[in-house]
Structure formats: C-alpha cells, structure tokens
C-alpha cells in the first residue's frame, strides 16, 4: 500500500462499523492497523496494547478481528468513547426504542415556551472555546442530556450519550475541525434531537454485524501511559500499535473540549489540570513546574541540541511570552516522557513483542525540524528493543509552517531481555 498519500489517512467505507461512532479528526485509520497486525502475524491466541488509546481505534479494529487487545487512556472523554465503541451487548431494537421515547420527551420540553433558556454553570462554561456552541443548541443539548440521564433504563445510556457527543462536534456546534480545532459560522438554531436520532440509528444498525464479535476480551484502562505496570500484567502483550502525541503545540483536551464538558468529565479548572497532569507533556500548555521527565534524556545530544536550537533561535528573534519561554522544555519533557514509557512498557511485553509508533515530524517550535521516528528508535535502543525500520506513512502539510513533513511508522521488537547496559540517555540509574 502506498502510504505517501496523503488521504490513506481517511477511513475506508468497509471499515466503518464502530470506528465512526466518534473518532478523532486525527486518529490513524483502521487499515493501518489491518497491515500492522498482519505484518507482525498476529492472531486470536495473543494480545495487542495501544498505550495512548484515543477513542479506540486499535481495540475496536481488533475486536472486529477476533483478536484480544487491552488500551490505556488518560483523557475521560476518549476513554469514554472506545470503551463504549468496543461495547457490542445492546439490542439493536430496544436501543432506538429508548431513544425514541427519549426524543419524545425531549422535544416536548424544548417546545414549552416562555422558559430561560438552560446554560451551564459559569465555572464549566469557561473552560470552552468561545463561541462553540449558540445558546440555544446548548438550551436544547442539556434538554436532550437530561432526558437521557432520567430515564429509568441506564444500560443504553453509554452509546445514547456517545451518539450525543459525535453529533455535538459534527451537526449542533460550531466546531470546526481543519485538522486544528476551531470555532467557525455561528448557528443560531441547530437540530438537536434529530442529529443525535441519526447518530443513535448509526450504532444500531452496525451492531448486528459486531454482535457476533462481542465476547472478543477487549478493555481500555483509564491511566497515563507513563505509569502502565499498575494497569497491564506482567508479560502479558504480544504487539503495541499504537500513535502518542507529536512534539508540537497541540493542546488534545481542546479537541474534545464541548463534549467533555456537557458530559461532565471536565467541570471545572482544576479537573482540566487533573487531567492535563496525566497526559504526556506534548505542548506548553500542560506543562508544570514540578515535572521532571526530561530527566530521562538529559544526556541524549540529538535532544539537548534542538532544545538549545531552540531556545537560541528564540532569543534571536525575541520571543518573550511564557509559552514560547517553555518551547524547550517541552521538547525534552516529551522525549523524557516517552522514554518513561517505553522502560515501563518492556516489563509487560512477551519476548518477540512487535511495536508499531506512528509519530510525525514536527517543526511547530519556531521551524526547528524535530525528526521525532528517529529520536524515539535511538531511545529505545538505549533500552534495548531492536528497532527493526522505519516505513514512512504519509506526508503532511505542517499547521503553522505549511512545510511537508513525515509521518512514520517506527517498527520496535523486544527481545525479552533487560540489556546488561546502562541506559545511556540519563545520569539517574533505571
């Protein structure tokens, strides 16, 4: 398959089961994991790991293949997503039944006149991106959202409010998504009831083709990825594939930012802290004074140059805002990061585990070019994986430069053994 291509990125319709239930505009597609699981000769009788799990990609599309798989994700509302997208059990059926009386109930409230319109409180409003959503969608989402969590038979409720999170972001708000989160033409009125009647009628006509599937082990741990060993046991993953975060200023809890608050996840400053605090420090803006991961490569030169590239370049062009002050810093903290994770991880896997990243190159920090495949492959070999090649997965446009860069696949194999070296990126013993 030719991965330079730019659209491979796209999901295929054959694949769509599932996978578009609610998905991230950036998640990478179902048929990578098809090649990856086929490369590695995976099957029924072993286990896959994706370790920065998004909305579930990789446990969905092994489920759908019969293989068990297990995920680790940090931010409640992806965690939320894959963990009901790999849920199979509901009756088709009974479940547009429910959500029909639901309907009913909803447009009857959203038709009484005279009412305020409903808002949330001032505390959640505030963590969203302005402008994301006009007062009267939102009137009528919290409408919606009520009748769901007041009726009396919950065990549909997981997929009715997930069916409510995928038409918040694609029919009632005012997202746009380009692949950058943003606020685009405001919409006075929106559909409500109906766009989310349309998102329910989706699942339930793809559950009968997974249903067969359901009792495939599959789950998704809600946990930072940098402190796995609680979660997973011990020699217990034949394969990882899997795509963490990019090295850039992408702030990921903004891309899934209106769900999270109407679904109660976030609902204040310091539970949008809470969460940043459990994400691999990939951008400035979840950045803390206490972190200290990028102790893990103080002694890696590749690093510590484009760091100082960094930083000089700054100064050179008198960049003074705080962010840009922390641009440095967080290219070391990232790779310091996945360095944590990659030590943890080797105690999970079974001798002869294939590892499959999917990483970008970045240049989001003043133009500096960061060849992040690489860096992470001499990383793990200073742990002692093998790294087996790097294939290249398709070129992108980059947001902030328009520059085309590389986005790769690093194949990694463990070879079962703790080297008898001494990690050579950092001073601390591991």
Same mark, same amino acid.
């Given at each position: 398959?030719? =991965?330079?291509?730019?659209?491979?990125?796209?999901?295929? @319709?054959?694949? @769509?089961?599932?996978?578009?239930?609610?998905?991230?505009?950036?998640?990478?597609?179902?048929?990578?994991v098809?090649?990856?699981?086929?490369?590695?000769?995976?099957?029924?009788?072993?286990?896959?790991?994706?370790?920065?799990?998004?909305?579930?990609?990789?446990?969905?599309?092994?489920?759908?293949?019969?293989?068990?798989?297990v995920?680790?994700?940090?931010?409640?509302?992806?965690?939320?997503?894959?963990?009901?997208?790999?849920?199979?059990?509901p009756?088709?059926?009974?479940?547009?039944e429910?959500?029909?009386?639901?309907?009913?109930?909803? +447009?009857a409230?959203?038709? &009484?006149?005279?009412?305020?319109?409903?808002?949330?409180?001032?505390?959640s409003?505030?963590?969203?991106?302005?402008?994301?959503?006009?007062?009267?969608?939102?009137?009528?989402t @919290?409408?919606? *959202?009520?009748?769901? /969590?007041?009726?009396?038979?919950?065990?549909?409720?997981?997929?009715?409010?997930?069916?409510?999170?995928?038409?918040?972001?694609?029919?009632i708000?005012? *997202?746009?998504?380009?692949?950058?989160v943003?606020?685009?033409? +405001?919409?006075?009125?929106?559909?409500?009831?109906?766009?989310?009647?349309?998102?329910?009628?989706?699942?339930?006509?793809?559950?009968?083709?997974?249903?067969?599937?359901m009792?495939?082990?599959?789950?998704?741990?809600?946990?930072?990825?940098?402190?796995?060993?609680?979660?997973?046991?011990?020699?217990?993953?034949?394969?990882? &594939?899997?795509?963490?975060?990019?090295?850039?200023?992408?702030?990921?809890?903004?891309?899934?930012? @209106?769900?999270?608050?109407?679904?109660?996840?976030?609902?204040?400053?310091?539970?949008?802290?809470?969460?940043?605090?459990?994400?691999?420090?990939?951008?400035t803006?979840?950045?803390?004074?206490?972190?200290?991961?990028?102790?893990?490569?103080?002694?890696?030169?590749?690093?510590?140059?484009?760091?100082?590239?960094?930083?000089?370049?700054?100064?050179?062009?008198?960049?003074?805002?705080?962010?840009?002050?922390?641009?440095?810093?967080?290219?070391?903290? =990232?790779?310091?990061?996945?360095?944590?994770?990659?030590?943890?991880?080797?105690?999970?896997?079974?001798?002869?585990?294939?590892?499959?990243?999917?990483?970008?190159?970045?240049?989001?920090?003043?133009?500096?070019?960061?060849?992040?495949?690489?860096?992470?492959?001499?990383?793990?070999?200073? *742990?002692?994986? /093998?790294?087996?090649?790097?294939?290249?997965?398709?070129?992108r446009?980059?947001?902030?430069?328009?520059?085309?860069?590389? /986005?790769e696949?690093?194949?990694?194999?463990?070879?079962?053994?703790?080297?008898?070296?001494?990690?050579?990126f950092?001073?601390?013993?591991?």
């Amino acid at each position: 398959m030719d =991965y330079s291509r730019p659209e491979i990125n796209h999901v295929r @319709l054959d694949d @769509l089961a599932a996978h578009d239930w609610y998905r991230f505009v950036l998640s990478f597609p179902p048929h990578l994991v098809q090649d990856y699981l086929a490369k590695f000769q995976i099957n029924s009788q072993q286990q896959v790991l994706d370790p920065f799990c998004g909305t579930g990609t990789t446990v969905v599309e092994c489920k759908k293949l019969g293989i068990p798989s297990v995920g680790i994700e940090a931010n409640p509302m992806a965690w939320f997503a894959g963990t009901t997208k790999r849920d199979w059990t509901p009756d088709p059926h009974t479940l547009l039944e429910i959500a029909l009386e639901i309907a009913t109930r909803a +447009q009857a409230a959203i038709s &009484i006149h005279g009412e305020p319109l409903r808002t949330l409180p001032e505390e959640s409003y505030r963590l969203l991106l302005k402008n994301s959503i006009s007062p009267l969608p939102l009137h009528k989402t @919290l409408i919606l *959202l009520e009748a769901i /969590e007041g009726y009396p038979e919950q065990s549909y409720s997981c997929h009715l409010k997930l069916a409510l999170a995928k038409a918040l972001v694609t029919s009632i708000s005012n *997202l746009r998504f380009g692949p950058e989160v943003g606020v685009g033409k +405001q919409k006075e009125d929106a559909p409500v009831v109906e766009a989310w009647l349309e998102e329910v009628s989706r699942i339930a006509n793809d559950l009968p083709q997974l249903a067969p599937l359901m009792s495939v082990p599959s789950k998704i741990y809600r946990a930072d990825s940098r402190q796995i060993l609680p979660a997973l046991s011990p020699k217990s993953i034949d394969a990882v &594939i899997t795509s963490p975060p990019y090295p850039n200023e992408k702030d990921y809890t903004r891309t899934t930012r @209106l769900e999270s608050v109407l679904l109660g996840f976030i609902k204040n400053k310091a539970d949008l802290r809470a969460l940043k605090q459990n994400l691999i420090r990939s951008n400035t803006r979840n950045i803390y004074k206490l972190d200290a991961d990028d102790r893990w490569v103080n002694k890696h030169t590749g690093i510590q140059a484009i760091a100082k590239e960094i930083e000089d370049r700054r100064i050179e062009l008198g960049k003074t805002s705080g962010f840009e002050r922390l641009y440095h810093r967080a290219v070391k903290l =990232y790779f310091g990061g996945m360095a944590k994770h990659l030590a943890d991880l080797r105690y999970v896997l079974r001798p002869g585990a294939h590892l499959a990243y999917v990483v970008g190159d970045q240049r989001s920090y003043l133009r500096v070019m960061i060849r992040t495949g690489h860096l992470l492959a001499e990383i793990a070999s200073g *742990l002692g994986y /093998e790294v087996c090649g790097i294939d290249l997965f398709r070129t992108r446009a980059a947001t902030i430069t328009k520059e085309h860069v590389r /986005e790769e696949v690093v194949m990694l194999r463990w070879p079962g053994e703790l080297p008898n070296y001494p990690y050579p990126f950092s001073d601390q013993a591991l």
